[in-house]
Every structure is written in C-alpha cells, then in structure tokens.
C-alpha cells in the first residue's frame, strides 16, 4: 500500500534532470538581469562622463594608488603622458613611485 509520501518522491534520475532544468532557469534569468542592471548603471555614468583625449608630452594629473594602501587613491603629478597606447590607455612617466613608467587608463583629470 502505497502512502501519500511515498507517491511523491520522485527517483533520483527525475531529481536531478528537474534540478538541472531549474538551474537553467535561473541562470538565464540571473543573466537577463544582469544585463539590464548593466544596461542602467551604463546611463547613469554616461550622464556625467566626458571623453577626454592626451597627446604625448602633456602633463597630467594622475589618480593613483596611495603606496602601502592599495584601496586608497589620490591625483598625483603632474606627469608628462609618454605614449598613447590605444585611445583610452596611456603610457605615463612616473619617476618618484616604484614603477617608473604606469600604464594608466583615461580616467585621470
């Protein structure tokens, strides 16, 4: 005689194709989210970012981390852009820090 219970169990090869199927589906929900989030926080920062462009021998103002705290950062400089290595990354003299040449993407003011 079989019990309530028992007419619910499902084998172990059922349990595992539906877990594997609801893992599917959230994994794709997860990541329809994400790109929608992505999508948002897109707007809020293009709302205040200018492009901004360096030529080779400018000065700058670079942000950089604050040496022994790698979680802080302050604008140093100025320093004189190098090279221009794509059009957001460059290639910046810093001769008063450990690394004498820091690649720097365009964030800097």
Known sequence: METPIASNLKSVVEFVLDMRERLRSSITHAQQHAKGQKNK???????????RSFEPGQKILALL???????QAKYCG???IL???????????????????????CKSA
């Open 78 to 80: 100025p320093y004189t």
């Open 41 to 51: 926080s897109k707007v809020w920062y293009d709302k205040k970012a200018r492009s």
């Open 65 to 71: 981390p604050l040496p022994g705290n790698p979680l």
């Open 83 to 105: 090279e221009k290595l794509c059009p957001v990354d460059y290639l910046i003299d810093t001769p008063n820090r450990r690394k004498q040449k820091t690649c720097l993407s």
